[in-house]
Nanobody, 116 residues
Framework: QVQLVESGGGLVQPGGSLRLSCVPSGFIFSFYSMSWYRQAPGKERELVASITSTGGSTNYGDSMKGRVTISRDNVKNTVYLQMNSLKPEDTAVYYC?????????WGQGTQVTVSL
């Protein structure tokens, strides 16, 4: 079955950086686009970034554009989210998503907290 496991979240000070990782299983990773979303308390889940199957094209949501980079390694079967210049308002649970056909598959999320 499809599984997505995120890691790399934690507590970071404002201005700091984190790199999130997502390791999928149960499908051929290199065939599909991947995305990162986030959800802050009381807010809707929003797109942070997406990347095509080959990594040749990326797309970023407005909230973190210019401060994040999505990348993937199709040999290591991993998708990454490098986040820089983090702000307290970036505090959220960050989710990895795979769209396979008409179905979306989500990981369990990793908590990112930006605070002094």
């Amino acid at each position: 079955q499809v599984q997505l496991v995120e890691s790399g979240g934690g507590l970071v000070q404002p201005g700091g950086s984190l790199r999130l990782s997502c390791v999928p299983s149960g499908f051929i990773f290199s065939f599909y686009s991947m995305s990162w979303y986030r959800q802050a308390p009381g807010k809707e889940r929003e797109l942070v970034a997406s990347i095509t199957s080959t990594g040749g094209s990326t797309n970023y949501g407005d909230s973190m554009k210019g401060r994040v980079t999505i990348s993937r390694d199709n040999v290591k079967n991993t998708v990454y989210l490098q986040m820089n210049s983090l702000k307290p308002e970036d505090t959220a649970v960050y989710y990895c998503k795979a769209r396979i056909g008409r179905d979306d598959y989500w990981g369990q999320g990793t908590q990112v907290t930006v605070s002094l």
